[in-house]
């Protein structure tokens, strides 16, 4: 089946619990396929007809459900990012209503009134979240593996494993590269040489998590602070080198989640003397 949103999740769910193999497909994967068979028309029918045949060419791996606890981890991330938007929003508006040249004050004292119950909603969803991990004893020590990376948050670390479902479906670097969107694309035709960037197809909440993270990890991460001062003489600009760093934070990350370390640094590298041929002998 299509992966819609939340919308699938309660049909994959009671065929998996009537013991049926199901895969779930992302909709950029099922909409190539249906370009590569050519179909333009769009209808349920046609859909279902596409979708078995792509199950019946295609070798799909099979889906199971993410752990109860860790579905609550997302959902409560996804509420987090929704009132910090909404938060905005109303900060925005009431900072407009403040500058008007006619003010209302019983206007500004809803704003007011609105701001602080996005406030103290936040507050109640972050303590939902650590009280959550906090009931998972393993979970709990999984993200304190993450946590001892420096620049990673608590708040970082629960969205990135909240969002991954624990990296339970990802199995290699590249997928999970891929899968938050940071996969390089290059587009070159003949003497044609395009742009290089990456393709921000995937998963948005992981990149905007990851944005304040990477740009503390350059000031306080030996490792990562090399790897972007060493772009930056290649004219790269700095929210790409910045991408570059997320995506060595997230990799990082998941090695550490299914690995069960610690956050060890790199030992600086001692750069070798190399005598040229003229002066041994």
């Given at each position: 089946?299509?992966?819609?949103?939340?919308?699938?999740?309660?049909?994959?769910?009671?065929?998996?619990?009537k013991?049926?193999?199901?895969?779930?497909?992302q909709?950029?994967r099922?909409k190539?396929?249906?370009?590569?068979l050519?179909?333009?028309?769009?209808?349920?029918?046609?859909?279902?007809?596409?979708l078995?045949?792509?199950?019946?060419?295609?070798?799909?791996?099979?889906?199971?459900?993410?752990?109860?606890t860790?579905?609550?981890?997302k959902?409560?991330?996804?509420?987090?990012?929704?009132?910090?938007?909404e938060k905005?929003?109303?900060?925005?508006?009431?900072?407009?209503?403040?500058?008007?040249?006619?003010?209302?004050?019983?206007?500004?004292?809803?704003?007011?009134?609105?701001?602080?119950?996005?406030?103290?909603?936040l507050?109640?969803?972050?303590?939902?979240r650590r009280?959550?991990?906090?009931?998972?004893?393993?979970?709990?020590?999984?993200?304190?593996?993450?946590?001892?990376?420096?620049g990673?948050?608590?708040?970082?670390?629960?969205?990135?494993?909240?969002?991954?479902?624990?990296?339970?479906?990802?199995?290699?670097?590249?997928q999970?590269?891929?899968?938050?969107?940071?996969?390089?694309?290059?587009?070159?035709?003949?003497?044609f040489r395009?742009?290089?960037?990456?393709?921000?197809?995937?998963n948005?909440?992981?990149?905007?998590?990851?944005?304040?993270?990477?740009?503390?990890?350059v000031r306080?991460n030996p490792?990562?602070?090399?790897?972007?001062?060493?772009?930056?003489?290649?004219?790269?600009?700095?929210?790409?080198?910045?991408?570059?760093?997320?995506?060595?934070?997230?990799l990082?990350m998941y090695s550490?989640?299914?690995?069960d370390?610690?956050?060890?640094?790199?030992?600086k590298q001692k750069?070798?003397r190399?005598?040229?041929?003229?002066?041994?002998g």
């Open positions: 089946m299509e992966a819609t949103g939340v919308y699938h999740e309660a049909l994959a769910m009671y065929l998996h619990q013991r049926y193999t199901i895969s779930v497909m909709s950029g099922v190539r396929y249906a370009q590569s050519d179909q333009r028309s769009k209808t349920d029918a046609l859909d279902s007809r596409m078995a045949m792509l199950g019946y060419e295609r070798k799909l791996t099979s889906w199971s459900p993410p752990n109860k860790l579905r609550q981890l959902a409560l991330s996804r509420e987090r990012s929704f009132l910090l938007k905005n929003v109303e900060k925005n508006r009431l900072h407009a209503v403040e500058t008007a040249a006619y003010s209302n004050k019983k206007e500004i004292k809803r704003y007011a009134r609105r701001l602080k119950l996005l406030e103290e909603q507050e109640e969803v972050e303590q939902e009280e959550l991990v906090a009931s998972n004893k393993r979970l709990a020590q999984k993200m304190h593996y993450l946590e001892s990376i420096p990673v948050s608590f708040l970082s670390a629960a969205t990135v494993v909240g969002e991954t479902c624990g990296f339970n479906e990802i199995t290699s670097a590249k999970l590269t891929c899968y938050a969107g940071y996969d390089v694309v290059l587009k070159e035709s003949g003497n395009g742009s290089t960037k990456i393709s921000k197809k995937g948005k909440h992981i990149r905007s998590i990851l944005h304040m993270p990477s740009m503390t990890a306080v490792t990562l602070k090399v790897f972007y001062q060493r772009l930056k003489p290649k004219k790269v600009k700095s929210i790409v080198a910045l991408g570059a760093v997320q995506r060595k934070l997230l990082l550490l989640y299914k690995k370390e610690f956050y060890t640094p790199q030992p750069t070798a190399t005598l040229s041929p003229c002066c041994t």
